[in-house]
């Protein structure tokens, strides 16, 4: 599924900041709802500021994996 392997991409690059294999698994699944759920209102809204506001929290949740 290309969710998962998205996923499974960002957790890669969680562990290469420091992040150990549950808590980059945890972050990368998160940034990928977080902006599968961004999408959606977006459409819905037809707005960007869905995907502007989720690129800012994902930047907000890697800072709490950087070491």
């Known amino acids: 599924e290309v969710f998962a392997r998205w996923g ?3 957790a890669t ?3 290469e900041l420091g992040a150990d294999d549950d808590e980059a698994a945890t972050f990368g ?3 990928v709802s ?3 759920g961004a999408l959606l209102v977006a459409r819905a809204s037809k ?3 869905p995907i502007v506001a ?3 929290a ?3 949740l ?3 994996i950087e070491r």
């Open 29 to 31: 699944s998160a940034v």
């Open 47 to 49: 707005s960007t500021t």
């Open 13 to 15: 690059r969680a562990c």
């Open 58 to 60: 994902a930047v907000l």
């Open 34 to 36: 977080l902006y599968d």
């Open 54 to 56: 989720a690129r800012a």
């Open 62 to 64: 890697a800072g709490q």
């Open 8 to 10: 499974g991409l960002i």
